[in-house]
């Protein structure tokens, strides 16, 4: 998952993994709705945050300032075809994004440490996802999928944009 806005996140948090679990409903032929959560984590950049503040190496450490991402999306699928292997699909949806980012530590020289917030930060926003891909069908009930695009929310009144890349299984369960 690469995260994109703000520029500090896009600057001071590694490109991150994920996973979402979803379950569907077909309405028509063509068109599904489906209930998705997701987790996404992302690593903080020790390096790129002293380097901006002009901190010289070695001189301070940061510890943790890990973000995670937590979804539960409401999504509208439509299918191009319902024939054959490959077939594409457009998703979108919205709901509840909640970010969690963990307090930074920082370690000075002497091993000592101080935490910078004092506590996790958590914010509950609105969020939503637009998403384009294709199954491909191994037999009736079992698929193979890829789908890529963008998903953002609002934690604080701020925007953090991400491009999810995923790659999964799809099991027909009925």
Do not use: C
């Not at 294709?134 to 701020?158: C, E, K, S, W």
């Amino acid at each position: 998952m690469i995260n994109d806005q703000p520029q500090d996140f896009s600057d001071f948090w590694s490109m991150g993994w994920q996973g979402r679990t979803a379950y569907g409903v077909p309405l028509t032929l063509l068109v599904s709705a489906e209930f998705e959560v997701g987790f996404h984590h992302f690593s903080f950049d020790e390096g790129a945050f002293l380097e901006a503040l002009g901190v010289e190496p070695g001189l301070f450490a940061i510890e943790s300032g890990a973000i995670q991402i937590y979804t539960a999306f409401l999504n509208g699928v439509v299918h191009y075809t319902d024939e054959g292997a490959f077939r594409p699909f457009l998703k979108a949806g919205g709901g509840l994004f909640v970010t969690r980012e963990d307090d930074l530590f920082i370690v000075d020289g002497n091993d000592e440490s101080f935490a910078l917030f004092g506590e996790d930060l958590v914010d509950y926003s609105f969020g939503f996802q637009l998403l384009g891909g294709f199954d491909y069908y191994l037999n009736d009930r079992t698929a193979v999928f890829l789908h890529a695009g963008i998903m953002q929310g609002y934690p604080g009144g701020d925007l953090i944009r991400t491009y999810p890349v995923n790659i999964g299984v799809k099991l027909a369960v009925n």
